[in-house]
């Protein structure tokens, strides 16, 4: 894999993005949108996405507003309205290659309201698509009032952050402590956080109950593959099971990875998550042409 960071200008914001290539000697036969979590970075995903480009798929991940080393107050990615520049721009740069959407945790949420907008027809539709441990519930565990209060609150204070509760702990099995420690010994501006802004919170909201008004609207054709950790305490994995359910696709795959929490590509354990995306992508690149 060859790493290439860019800066990208929209709407007047520099974002960082990670473009990973595939090796020189592999051909690219296609492209890949990534979409990370919140409080995550593009730079994490160098070690996820080598199954991807050693079959020649170029992955592409940019680091969204208040992420990573992109400008902005942390956890805040701005609004509907610049997420869907940032699609299109990432989409125009893939040119005609085949594409795929990927995401994480929100980024799953993100990727597939991808799948529903290009079903359709507001998108280009993709050829595959990994969700992993996508947050169908970005309210679960908040109240009704806690609710109420953001949708109140958001219209004079769109920008106010606030904790998303998710700690590493809630993230991966990990009886090799360096990178617990690693994260501990961060500073206050590391690439890491916990943060959201209200404004972007009640988007989130909004686009779960979208999705789940609007599965049907993805793409049958679409190469899908879920996977989950069973000990996901962030996402859990009764609302994967269901949604997995809803979905049209006609060539979709689930895989819970078992005694896994929110990231079961990280930590101890993490070769099973690996092993399981090379099973899937056997079956996807022989699609590619």
Known sequence: MKVETQRVRIHGHDLNRLVMHPDADVPVRAAAMFYHGQGDYAERYTAVLGS???RGIRCIVTDLPGHGRSPGRRGD???????????QQTLESMGD????????????LLAARHLVLAGKGLLPEPS???LSS????????????????????????????????VT????????????????????????????????????????????????????????????????????????????FEQLPSENKHYREIQGMLHEPFAG???ERLFATLDQWLDEVEPRLG
């Open 52 to 54: 991807f480009t050693r």
């Open 77 to 87: 990615c701005g609004d509907e309205g610049f997420l869907d520049s940032i699609i």
């Open 97 to 108: 290659l085949p594409h795929g959407v990927m995401g994480h945790s929100m980024g799953g």
């Open 128 to 130: 595959f698509s990994w």
């Open 134 to 165: 996508p947050l169908l519930r970005p309210g679960n565990g908040r109240s009704k009032a806690f609710r109420k209060w953001v949708g109140m609150l958001t219209p004079l204070m769109p920008s106010l952050t606030i904790s998303t509760g």
């Open 168 to 243: 590493p702990e809630m993230c991966r099995i990990n009886n090799e402590l360096d990178e617990e420690k690693a994260i501990a010994e961060q500073p206050k501006n590391a690439l890491w956080h916990r943060r959201t802004s209200i404004g972007w919170g009640l988007f989130l909201l909004q686009t779960a109950e979208m999705l789940e008004a609007e599965v049907g609207n993805i793409a049958k054709a679409t190469n899908l593959l879920l996977t989950q950790g069973s000990e996901d305490p962030v996402c859990p994995v009764q609302f994967a099971r269901e949604f």
């Open 268 to 270: 101890t354990g993490r």
